[in-house]
């Protein structure tokens, strides 16, 4: 096969034209069969599409035998078509019939062809299908060949994506439609419905020019752009402002690698020469990179990639000359692999209506600032970024975890209606909002609220929360662009305090480290960061920032009772050196002659499972104990809790957990301790049913959250509650999770 006189670009305009017809879609795929095949010099081309359960179907074929088409499948993997869907890799042979993966389908009439080369038909990672050439001769097609094929594969796949080569509905088969609805079952982080258009946090550039008429010209464009990548990658890193460190130097720094990469540059100039235009060929690349990356199952590698996509998305953005800032449109649901609590934070409510997410847990801090947001948000939404686009329809219900992209009007007005409903059942637990949390046999229990920011405030009356059980003070540190001054940190929880009116408010100290980082701050590259320096031991090694904000609590606080809560405490020496230093700033005001607080109570966040043996030495010392269930369990377990890969691996409801919360309520009752739990499992009503069943009697949650526990709290009796829990203390199930659900079905305790 040699390819024919005027090269691929000719090919590439008579395949434009043949997509442009107003002919169905298997005529039009007849022509372009018959088009390949005449232009690349070949007696046989086929395209196998493929259909749902993934068997790839011979659609359309010049060559091989008519009554074929749509008669034959292949496995993926099964023969020389499904290994090329398989692998996503060109598959290129002299004698096809000799190999071992040659499966023979006596229908086709292909025995007499000897040499084969098929590619992927590859978008966005997905193999869609497999076009297919074929020769008599026992020849090797040439490199220059392999190329021009994938070129022409490229197009298709592109065509067939814009849905403009053939209306897919004609052909009967919903799997093929890149337009057509999916549903993305992840995990619910933060409860609600939306309803809205999707906007992509790093949007896919849109590249609609795709055969180039110059190409000379295209080999210019690809250089002058891949020269401002490149000053603009310098630049970053040169830049005094950025002051880089650790992690984000190297990432940097890996960047300005891979913009001076040679062979990638080479690649993309190869593809411009079969005739793409310099964006396809930047496309083109990356895809075939995404493919073999994501095949690999390297998650060093997949890291990498996301460098990857990235530098060939600013590429393609110097190259279309467009810019990074977008505006939201109304009703918007935002899509992206991760994000974190800043960037969200710079979207803001007007316009954001929901957030979905590929990578993220329910303990991840995006999460918590979409709940603080009342914004409903889902995790572990596997590909949704491949298949969504910007403008789809999508409804995101942050309950059941779903979010369903480009969805049939039924399910959006389905979904408009438990909007609504979610809307009746607020409104119900708002009458609930004066009633005490009390139990059938008359215990009562305090339900405090989580916040972290002045937005959550007007929540603490409307939810009819005991208080603030838990402020994260390190939110206000994460949002802004720069350490906050001590005068504006006094005034941020002087309003607070104000705004709680009479209610108690706990402030943790700074709780930073791990997963939390200071956008501002230099921190050191850590082997295990959940591990290594963070909450309380920056404090201590930097004492000075721990008693800046003290000295900002107790300015805030003149005049009122002060509870600050120390974060991963985990021994008593460590609670005991923070305390002097509290105490220390208490001296300070009362030396500077300050009005100081009329008291100031100290408590431990138990969060790390060494201190749950040394409660009564604790309690000696510290007022009061907090434990943070989000940490404690992923400890006790070994489980990193922002790795969705791992997050859901072990139930909070395991017996281990509530064994371990036993040791603990019973060790700090007998120390005389006030205790509270301020993790995720406090909101939800059949964990907190256990909990409470297991002696807790304060809980502090997300404001959401209060009505649905109340009416659990209410529903229930404790006296039965407590002997039933202690004894499912004893069992070795994976979860107690369907015990006790069970248990609360019978006895009528309300689980919504
Ligand atoms: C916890 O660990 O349970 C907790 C409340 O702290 P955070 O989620 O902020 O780490
Ligand atoms: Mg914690």
């Known amino acids: 096969m040699v390819v024919a006189a005027g090269g691929p670009r000719l090919l590439l305009r008579r395949l434009r034209e043949i997509m442009a017809e107003q002919t169905s879609a ?48 292949l496995q993926e993997g099964e023969g020389l078509v499904g290994l090329v869907a398989e692998t996503a890799e060109p598959v290129n042979l002299s004698d096809a019939p000799a190999d071992p993966h040659f499966s023979y389908r006596p229908e086709t009439g292909e025995d007499p062809y000897k ?24 020849v090797l097609y040439a490199e220059e060949e392999v190329e021009a094929l994938q070129t022409v594969s490229m197009v298709l796949a592109e065509v067939v994506a814009q849905g403009g080569l053939f209306n897919i509905a004609e052909l009967d088969e919903p799997e093929l439609r890149v337009d057509r609805p999916r549903v993305f079952h992840g995990e619910g982080l933060s409860e609600g419905v939306a309803v809205g258009r999707v906007v992509m946090h790093e949007p896919r550039v849109l590249v609609e020019r795709m055969i180039a008429d110059d190409p000379a010209e295209e080999l210019t464009r690809l250089e002058d752009a891949i020269g401002s990548l490149r000053d603009s990658v310098d630049e970053m890193l040169d830049s005094s402002e950025l002051d880089l460190t650790g992690e984000g130097r190297e990432v940097i720094e890996a960047y300005r690698l891979f913009a001076h990469d040679q062979g990638w540059r080479q690649r993309m100039r190869d593809a411009i020469r079969t005739g793409l ?66 960037e969200l934070l710079d979207y803001g409510r007007e316009r954001l209506v929901g957030l979905v997410l590929e990578d993220a847990a ?8 979409a709940r603080s947001m009342g914004l409903p948000l889902i995790g572990s939404a596997d590909g949704i970024t491949d298949s969504a686009r910007v403008g789809d329809s999508i ?16 399910i959006i007005a389905a979904f408009e209606a438990k909007r609504t409903l979610r809307e009746h059942a607020q409104a119900r637990f708002a009458a609930l909002r004066d009633l005490p949390a009390i139990t059938k046999d008359g215990v009562l229990i305090k339900l405090m609220m989580n916040a972290g920011l002045q937005l959550d405030m007007p929540h603490l009356a409307e939810s009819g929360a005991d208080g603030i059980g838990l402020f994260r003070t390190e939110l206000q540190f994460m949002i802004g662009e720069t350490m906050p001054r ?49 909450a309380i031991r920056i404090a201590l090694d930097r004492p000075a920032l721990l008693r800046y904000q003290v000295r900002a609590l107790l300015m805030a606080a003149a005049g009122r009772i002060l509870r600050i809560l120390l974060p991963m405490v985990s021994n008593v020496d460590e609670f005991n050196r923070a305390r002097a230093l509290v105490d220390r700033e208490i001296e300070r005001a009362r030396l500077v002659g300050m009005e100081r607080p009329r008291q100031v109570l100290v408590g431990a966040m138990l969060e790390v ?37 791992v997050s859901r691996r072990y139930d909070n409801l395991n017996p281990a957990a509530l064994t371990l919360i036993r040791l603990i309520v019973n060790s700090s009752a007998e120390a005389h301790g006030e205790l509270s739990l301020c993790g995720e499992m406090a909101g939800k009503p059949l964990d907190a049913m256990a909990l409470l069943g297991l002696g807790l009697r304060t809980l502090s949650m997300q404001p959401t959250n209060i009505g649905p526990i109340k009416l659990m709290i209410r529903s ?6 407590a002997p039933f829990v202690d004894r499912l203390c004893g069992r070795t199930d994976h979860s107690l999770r369907t015990r006790l659900s069970a248990f609360a079905a019978e006895r009528g305790i309300v689980l919504k």
């Open 26 to 73: 298997q005529t039009r795929l007849d022509k372009l069969v018959t088009v390949i095949a005449t232009n690349m010099v070949a007696e046989v081309c086929s395209i196998y599409l493929r259909r749902a359960g993934k068997a790839l179907e011979l659609f359309a074929t010049e060559g091989l035998n008519r009554a074929a088409v749509h008669n034959t499948r």
């Open 609 to 645: 499972p060494s201190l749950a043996f040394m409660l009564p030495q604790l309690m000696r010392n510290a007022d009061f104990v907090s434990i943070g269930s989000n940490d404690l369990l992923s400890f006790a377990f070994a489980v990193d809790r922002t790795n969705p890969r």
């Open 115 to 138: 040499s084969f080369l098929g590619v992927p038909i590859v978008r966005g990672g997905q193999v869609f299908g497999v076009l297919t050439v074929q020769n008599r001769a026992a």
């Open 716 to 721: 229930m009796a404790l006296a039965e509650v």
């Open 277 to 342: 235009t310099a964006e396809a060929a930047v496309e083109r690349v990356q895809d075939e990179m995404r493919v073999r990356v994501q095949r690999l199952d390297d998650p060093v590698l997949r890291g990498r990639l996301h460098d990857l996509d990235d530098l060939a998305r600013r590429l393609l953005r110097h190259l279309i000359g467009e810019s990074v800032a977008q505006e939201l449109p109304l009703n918007a649901v935002i899509i992206a692999r991760a994000m974190g609590p800043a």
């Open 362 to 369: 329910a303990t991840s801090h995006v999460a918590i600032v």
């Open 486 to 534: 001590l005068a504006d940190q006094a005034a941020f929880y002087r309003n607070i305090i104000d705004a709680a009116g009479e209610k108690p408010v706990v402030f943790r100290t700074l709780d930073l480290g791990g997963d939390k980082v200071l956008p501002y701050a230099r921190w050191e590259r850590e082997e295990n960061p959940a591990l290594g320096w963070r």
């Open 395 to 410: 409804v995101v219900d942050g309950e059941s975890g779903e979010a369903h992209l480009r969805p049939q009007p039924e």
